[in-house]
């Protein structure tokens, strides 16, 4: 009797942090095969599924190598084979990855001597786009301590939660610390009244029961959250129709410690009431 297991695929920009995913997957019980060529998956993937092997949950570090673009072509066939597979993508700005490659003093693999750093990372990220298209939880890694990104993928793929249809993440962010590149769906709050200018409110933030009644005195703010509620009632479904295993719903206002943080909350809870799981997270908060 064949048995198949549950697959994870890590992948991403070199430097973004697939070790670290990895490291928690293994923690976490996954069996993790690192820098494995996609031309080996359909090999590892039979052994792996005959009776007795033992493994159950197995996890695919994507190599730094060119290689990278037989993954595709690799993840639709584990899917035609009847495997429940999910791929996480690792990102970071080009500052970022930058920045760590001249801590590691590491070469980067698409460095061909002929250009500089930077053209090698933007390089390397034209030629995983098509692999990003298939990512069901694109983690950005850029403002993330090694203990938050292990933190993130423990959230994501803990034993109580494997059996979620799909796990909703609602975040605020502030928009002078830039747009969230692992978000899904992004809203702008910036068109409420801002606590920021309340003397009183200054120093709270939107978890706070003053902040929030304040955001929501506003007849407008009822409004977006109607008509956002009412598009989610469409939507989830949706995305639960393709097989979208985490969405990431992005609130913003300028400095990400107000209006977005209370928004999240509300919408959250508005959410939750449906009995869908759901996680709040802030980035910017203590900025």
């Known amino acids: 009797m064949s048995l198949q297991p549950d697959f994870v695929v890590v992948t991403g920009l070199s430097g973004a942090g697939r070790s670290t995913a990895a490291h928690a997957l293994e923690d976490l019980g996954w069996f993790v095969i690192d820098n494995l060529p996609p031309s080996l998956v359909s090999g590892v993937v039979e052994l792996v599924s ?15 190598q060119r290689y990278q673009e037989d993954l595709v072509p690799a993840l639709a066939q584990l899917r035609e084979n009847g495997s429940r597979v999910r791929v996480i993508f690792l990102d970071a700005s080009t500052d970022v990855l930058v920045r760590r490659y001249d801590d590691t003093r590491r070469r980067h693999p698409f460095d061909d001597d002929s250009d500089s750093l930077i053209d090698a ?18 983690i950005d890694t850029g403002d993330l301590t090694i203990h938050d990104l292990k933190a993130r993928v423990v959230d994501a793929f803990s034993e109580e939660l494997s059996d979620k249809l799909m796990q909703t993440t609602l975040m605020s962010f502030g928009y002078k ?6 978000a899904d769906l992004v809203f702008d709050c910036r068109f409420l009244a801002n606590p920021h200018w309340v003397p009183e409110l200054r120093s709270s933030t939107g978890l706070s029961e003053s902040v929030s009644s304040y955001v929501f005195s506003q ?7 109607e008509q956002i509620l009412s598009m989610f009632k469409v939507l989830f479904p949706a995305y639960l129709s393709e097989g979208k295993a985490y ?5 913003g206002c300028t400095g990400g410690k107000h209006r977005s943080v209370a928004m999240s909350e509300f919408v959250a809870r508005a959410i939750s009431e449906d009995g869908r799981e759901v996680r709040t997270r802030h980035r910017d908060i203590d900025r």
């Not at 007795?52 to 197995?58: A, F, M, P, R």
């Not at 990372?121 to 694109?138: G, M, Q, T």
């Not at 007849?219 to 959250?225: E, H, L, T």
């Open 50 to 64: 005959t009776q007795g092997s033992g493994v159950n949950k197995l996890a695919l570090v994507a190599g730094t």
């Open 121 to 138: 990372i933007e390089r390397e990220r034209i030629f995983l786009d098509p692999v990003r298209v298939e990512a069901d939880i694109a």
């Open 177 to 182: 610390h830039g747009v969230p590149r692992d």
């Open 219 to 225: 007849d407008v703010a009822q409004a977006f959250v």
């Open 247 to 251: 969405l990431t719903i992005a609130f």
